[in-house]
T-cell receptor, first 114, second 117 residues
Framework: DQQVKQNSPSLSVQEGRISILNCDYT??????FLWYKKYPAEGPTFLIS?????DKNEDGRFTVFLNKSAKHLSLHIVPSQPGDSAVYFC?????????????FGKGTHLIIQP | ETGVTQTPRHLVMGMTNKKSLKCEQH?????MYWYKQSAKKPLELMFV???????ENNSVPSRFSPECPNSSHLFLHLHTLQPEDSALYLC????????????????FGEGSRLTVL
């Protein structure tokens, strides 16, 4: 049973608009959440994270929102740019992760259209 | 010099072959990981080494055998694989979580694309 779910395999957004990627989790022990971005033929790269003690974290065009009661987080990208086209993975961990590893979702393929 | 380097980038092997994947990290981390990425599946954690000791196996078949000779190097030895083992194998590193300041962020290599015929 998947503990981290990304229910949208793909998302198409027009350049300049807001991209919203969603992620749900089932394990209430998760207390740290991360988003990774992956281009074809490359490894995933860290994008942004949030601790469970917060409900929002912002870094430039990227904002992650956490709703603990709903066990839901989302990544907002605004404005969306062509270089944002990639697969985005949501990940979660217990107690700050590190040597416990991360639990990943299946990913959402974001396509930014000109 | 990239932080986490994996070789080879591509590998094709028969079911009776023995091969190894190599990973090297230059970030001063003390935890290293092997993940498997199959089509339309989440990244699956295979092995974790923290301070050079294996801390998780995750019920991976014995035809996959990890080796971590030091904190900078990680190997995945492959033996008598099956076609369903074809996937992208990703190595990652991080600070072990018990150290102060560990954020849980993993740094990934570019992956080794394995095809088993």
């Amino acid at each position: 049973d998947q503990q981290v779910k990304q229910n949208s395999p793909s998302l198409s957004v027009q350049e300049g608009r807001i991209s919203i990627l969603n992620c749900d989790y089932t394990n209430s022990m998760f207390d740290y959440f991360l988003w990774y971005k992956k281009y074809p033929a490359e490894g995933p790269t860290f994008l942004i994270s949030i601790s469970s003690i917060k409900d929002k974290n912002e870094d430039g065009r990227f904002t992650v929102f956490l709703n603990k009661s709903a066990k839901h987080l989302s990544l907002h990208i605004v404005p969306s740019q062509p270089g944002d086209s990639a697969v985005y993975f949501c990940a979660a961990s217990v107690s700050g992760g590190g040597a416990d590893g991360l639990t990943f979702g299946k990913g959402t393929h974001l396509i930014i259209q000109p | 010099e990239t932080g986490v380097t994996q070789t080879p980038r591509h590998l094709v092997m028969g079911m009776t072959n023995k091969k190894s994947l190599k990973c090297e990290q230059h970030l001063g981390h003390n935890a290293m990981y092997w993940y498997k990425q199959s089509a339309k599946k989440p990244l699956e954690l295979m092995f974790v080494y923290s301070l050079e000791e294996r801390v998780e196996n995750n019920s991976v078949p014995s035809r996959f055998s990890p080796e971590c000779p030091n904190s900078s190097h990680l190997f995945l030895h492959l033996h008598t694989l099956q076609p369903e083992d074809s996937a992208l194998y990703l190595c990652a590193s991080s600070q072990a979580h018990r150290l102060a300041g560990a954020t849980g962020e993993l740094f990934f290599g570019e992956g080794s694309r394995l095809t088993v015929l």
